[in-house]
């Protein structure tokens, strides 16, 4: 008796697809079957991952989307409805960060966190939901997948990103609060908090005797792959995650659990 995750059919918005987990995150569901659409502010990099995915035989659609600016949410929406149809499943990826002590944070570094990972996943989360909620109301049976990409730095501190920690804080919260508020509309939210995955963004850090010097303070003393991230990811889109909503996961190799 096995189980089968099978995309076809399904629309799936990628926030922050331009590079990093987003960028892997399209191209596991484009090679599930989904119709993927890509967001980000780097079209030029999404116009290169949609020829990639193309090229491999999936299908892939390009919005402009900067989750700062409330009308470009509700514009980018509105065009992947029109481009691709009704999403299904939302990956809200979309993230920045500073390293600072807290003492050195200015007004603009806070708002440039915050307004990203937390004030723009929840408008983009909750764009995507209202268009979510009127299907359901139509057709009581339809299933919808919401995906925040937290953080385990949203369950504990970590030394000089605190404003990277508070904003994925709220995520988690946020993520509990839409699961209780939408649940009944057949729209399943769950979070997942990643440890310390390589991706050419942070690769550069990592390099460096600080970045080493972090990577043997890990229980296993590796860093983990985007792929690392594939199965939960297929399974919180899934229809076989009927009975997951509001569930905080982690996937940090035993970090949290140190």
């Known amino acids: 008796m096995g189980i089968e995750m099978n995309f076809e059919g399904k629309i799936a918005l990628i926030t922050g697809a331009s590079s990093g987990l987003g960028n892997r995150f399209a191209k596991v569901l484009a090679q599930a079957g989904a ?75 806070y708002a440039f966190v915050m307004d990203t990972n937390q004030r723009g996943a929840f408008f983009v989360a909750q764009e995507t939901a209202k268009r979510m909620i009127a299907r359901a109301k139509g057709d009581p049976k339809k299933q919808h997948r919401i995906i925040n990409i937290a953080s385990v730095a949203g369950l504990r501190v970590l030394p000089q990103i605190g404003i990277y920690c508070m904003s994925k804080a709220a995520v988690v919260h946020m993520t509990k609060s839409m699961a209780v508020e939408w649940g009944r509309y057949g729209i399943n939210v769950n979070a997942i908090c990643p440890g310390y995955i390589s991706t050419e963004i942070n690769a550069e850090h990592f390099g460096t005797e600080q970045g080493h010097a972090l990577i043997n303070m890990l229980p296993r003393k590796r860093l983990g ?34």
Do not use: W
Request: hydrophobic share 40%.
């Open 225 to 258: 792959k985007p792929e690392d991230l594939d199965g939960l990811l297929l399974l919180l889109a899934s229809e076989e995650s009927r009975f997951i909503n509001g569930a905080i996961i982690t996937a940090d190799d035993g970090m949290s659990a140190q």
């Open 35 to 109: 119709q993927v659409v890509l967001a980000s502010r780097r079209v030029e990099r999404l116009k290169e991952l949609r020829a990639e995915i193309e090229a491999g035989g999936g299908a892939a659609h390009v919005v402009a989307l900067d989750v700062t600016d409330y009308s470009s949410i509700k514009s980018a929406i509105a065009h992947a409805e029109t481009e691709a149809g009704p999403i299904d499943i939302l990956v809200n990826n979309s993230g920045v960060s500073t390293t600072q002590r807290l003492v050195d944070v200015t007004p603009e570094d």
